[in-house]
Every structure is written in structure tokens, then in C-alpha cells.
């Protein structure tokens, strides 16, 4: 089974940065591609990022150009650095684990927070 862990999440002005962490255990972390998600209070959680195994990257329109994902397979982790960051940001951050087309594992998510 595959554990999922995120942290670095918290309160930031808008304009701000933040970087998020995910931490996996529990099976071969670099064969996955590792995407991140959010969802605020009253909306569908939505897609944000993925960096694949083989490390190319993908975003959001809505983060496009603000958010950079990497990951360190010798560290089982992949992090998410957020800058210039905006109140609709505010969310539930998610990483995902897709070991196949029916089996994704989640972490519990690390809340972000961008407010004045």
C-alpha cells in the first residue's frame, strides 16, 4: 500500500509563497506519477499539478506560471512551490498516487490559507 503524507501548508498574505511537501511510503514511489489537488469549502476538488516518473510537469490554467512541482524519488517526496499566491488559492492541498487506472492513494491534505 501506498501512504501519502502532506505538509507546509498554512496562513499566507496574498502574494506570498508556500512550499508543499508530500512524503510517500509503502511501495516504489519513483514509478508513479505524483499529482496534487485542492478543494475549498463549498467546491469540487480540483486538479492542480502533476509531475510525472519521469519528471516532466503539467499545471492548472488557474496556477499555471505561479506553481513549480519536483520531486526527489531518493527522498520519496515530491514538493510543490507556490508563490504569488491568491486568495482563491485557499484550499485543501492533496497529493495522489495513481498505482493504476482503478487504484489511487490520497493523503489526509494540508490546508493553505491566503489571506490579509
Known amino acids: 500500500q501506498v501512504h501519502l503524507v502532506e505538509s507546509g501548508g498554512g496562513l499566507v498574505q496574498p502574494g506570498g509563497s508556500l512550499r508543499l511537501s508530500c512524503a510517500a511510503s509503502?511501495?516504489?514511489?519513483?514509478?508513479?506519477?505524483m499529482g496534487w489537488y485542492r478543494q475549498a469549502p463549498g467546491k469540487q476538488r480540483e486538479w492542480v499539478a502533476v509531475?510525472?516518473?519521469?519528471?516532466?510537469?503539467n499545471y492548472a490554467d488557474s496556477v499555471k506560471g505561479r506553481l513549480a512541482n519536483a520531486r526527489d524519488n531518493a527522498k520519496n517526496t515530491v514538493v510543490l512551490q507556490m508563490n504569488s499566491l491568491k486568495p482563491d488559492d485557499s484550499a485543501v492541498y492533496y497529493c495522489r498516487a495513481p498505482v493504476n487506472a482503478t487504484t489511487h492513494y490520497w493523503g489526509q491534505g494540508t490546508p493553505v490559507t491566503v489571506s490579509s
Open positions: 509531475i510525472t516518473s519521469a519528471f516532466s510537469t
Open positions: 509503502g511501495s516504489i514511489f519513483s514509478i508513479y506519477n
